[in-house]
């Protein structure tokens, strides 16, 4: 999992077995503070920051339809970075 802070430029790596609800929820609730917006994915493990109730304001951009977003609210960022992370694991 991971996580980038577009305006601090900040990135979070953590490797995790599991890409649940509950595992990101609790990345998130470590990385992220409550009233900031988070930028996704159409994954379903995201859906519960659409709800009032998280804390978060969301952006969900869906990849399927070709939609990566633009500017700030960009997941292009992130997905560059782990194009590069994945290129050097397969290399190892």
Known sequence: MSIIDNIKK????????????TTIKAFISIFVEKGNTICSDGWQAYSFLGNMQSGYNHI????ASGNFGLGI???SHIESIWAQIKGNIKKT
């Open 10 to 21: 900040d990135f979070r790596l953590e490797a995790s077995f599991k890409r649940d609800e």
């Open 73 to 75: 609210s960009s997941t």
């Open 60 to 63: 969900m951009h869906l990849h």
